[in-house]
């Protein structure tokens, strides 16, 4: 029974078309994330979702919109997509939000690898 | 902005050889979590340290956490194949406007080779 599960897992699209990946976690968690793997596989935090509430919103493109209608599920929404958006997006829950727990760990889905041709 | 520098970046090494990752900063980290990605995966911890010195072992895994809490690291002894992935190092904050803020590093590639 998967714990963080995001579908797609892989996604093909041409430049300036709108996609959403969508996100959701069966573990009773608080706080999910959504993070960007580039190819050079580094992990950045995109956004952060605690109890439906929005609390981390680094520096993205507002072209970029997450979703949580519950807090099981954060979704993305990415408008116009740009070649540079090819990347594998990752989404990430916790029991709480890092800032009130410094051992909290993460729990990370498969990932959505998005193709920008 | 945190940086956690990590290396090195690649390493392909023989089965049974020993080896060490490191993760430094010049920021203090509340606490340093280790991961483990394989391919086509998501990362999965595999230790979290918090106090500063502490060693931890998982098997043939060592981790330490420096005694300033700026820098961490891993060391693998007799690597098998199945330790191949990438391992990523993490950060959380300890103040300022980091505080509580999770930062990876850029992550090691470790092959290694039956």
């Known amino acids: 029974d998967t714990a963080v599960s995001q579908t797609p897992k892989y996604l093909v699209t041409q430049m300036g078309n709108d996609k959403s990946i969508k996100c959701e976690q069966n573990l009773g968690h608080d706080t999910m994330y959504w993070y960007k793997q580039d190819s050079k596989k580094f992990l950045k935090i995109m956004f952060s979702y605690n109890n439906k509430e929005l609390i981390i919103n680094e520096t993205v493109p507002n072209r970029f919109s997450p979703k949580s209608p519950d807090k099981a599920h954060l979704n993305l929404h990415i408008n116009s997509l740009e070649l540079g958006d090819s990347a594998v997006y990752f989404c990430?829950?916790?029991?709480?939000?890092?800032?009130?727990?410094?051992?909290?760990?993460?729990?990370f889905g498969e990932g959505s690898r998005l193709t920008v041709l | 902005t945190q940086l956690l520098e990590q290396s090195p970046q690649f390493l392909s090494i023989q089965e049974g050889e020993n080896l060490t990752v490191y993760c430094n900063s010049s920021s203090v980290f509340s606490s340093l979590q280790w991961y483990r990605q394989e391919p086509g995966e998501g990362p999965v911890l595999l230790v979290t340290?918090?106090?500063?010195?502490e060693v931890k072992k998982l098997k043939r895994l060592t981790f330490q956490f420096g005694d300033a809490r700026k820098d961490s690291s891993l060391h693998i002894t007799a690597a098998q194949p199945g330790d191949t992935g990438l391992y990523l190092c993490a950060g959380v904050g300890a103040g300022g406007t980091s505080y509580g803020k999770l930062t990876f590093g850029q992550g090691t590639i470790l092959t290694v080779h039956p």
């Open positions: 340290v918090v106090t500063g010195g």
């Open positions: 990430a829950s916790s029991r709480r939000l890092w800032a009130r727990s410094n051992t909290g760990e993460l729990f």
